[in-house]
């Protein structure tokens, strides 16, 4: 069983659109949850850290639920340089090693 | 400029002729590691390194191996590559092994005929 799940997609959507994804883990003494987004054949980088209370940076709102061990990322407004790959990533739970879910392909069209 | 590199960036190689990709960070980091990327599994970790000197397992291990003599560096070796390893390879690096954020360098892109 993978450790992290994600719906690989693709969300295909106009722009102006708000989208969400979830993202589920296994491990529940997992401690540090992330997003990050990947352009096609290029390297990931770090969209936002998910927080407990949730956070938020501009467009992009992530969400953390323990009890259920999920977390999302809504983006609004989406452009279309939106497109892209976004990798839910998990840490902890006795292990240096993050484990990646496999990404969610996004695809913003005019 | 604060970065990771790796070279080559693309590589063509026969099954069995030994080759090392190599990985550089100039921003002091204490953590580096190697991961592969392949359609429909995501990123894996193949080994990573807490300091220099200190390297361990990550979850696909077999066929490679690392070393980490200085702090800047950490090559990833494939003594005898097989088709299986054909993949995307990024290194990563970040302050410390619970640093929030990895900075991934560009990508090494192996094929192994």
């Known amino acids: 069983r993978k450790e992290v799940e994600q719906d690989p997609g693709p969300f295909n959507v106009p722009e102006g659109a708000t989208v969400a994804f979830n993202c589920t883990y296994s491990?529940?003494?997992?401690?540090?949850f992330f997003w990050y987004r990947q352009d096609c054949r290029k390297e990931p980088k770090l969209l936002m850290s998910?927080?407990?209370s949730g956070n938020e940076d501009g467009r992009f709102t992530a969400q953390l639920n323990r009890a259920s061990q999920y977390i999302s990322l809504l983006i609004r407004d989406s452009k279309l340089s939106d497109s892209a790959t976004y990798l839910c990533?998990?840490?902890?739970?006795?292990?240096?090693?993050?484990?990646f879910g496999r990404g969610t392909s996004l695809i913003v069209h005019p | 400029e604060a970065q990771v590199t790796q070279n080559p960036r693309y590589l063509i190689t026969v099954t069995g002729k030994k080759l090392t990709v190599t990985c550089s960070q100039n921003m002091n980091h204490e953590y580096m590691s190697w991961y592969r990327q392949d359609p429909g599994l995501g990123l894996r970790q193949i080994y990573y390194s807490m300091n220099v000197e200190v390297t361990d397992k990550g979850d696909v291990p077999e066929g490679y191996k690392v070393s980490r003599k200085e702090k800047r560096n950490f090559p990833l070796i494939l003594e005898s590559p097989s088709p299986n390893q054909t993949s995307l390879y990024f290194c990563?690096?970040?302050?410390?092994?619970?640093?929030?954020?990895?900075?991934f360098g560009p990508g090494t892109r192996l094929t192994v005929l």
């Open positions: 990563a690096s970040s302050p410390g092994a619970h640093s929030n954020e990895q900075f």
């Open positions: 491990n529940s003494a997992s401690q540090s």
């Open positions: 998910v927080y407990s």
């Open positions: 990533v998990v840490k902890g739970g006795g292990s240096y090693i993050p484990t």
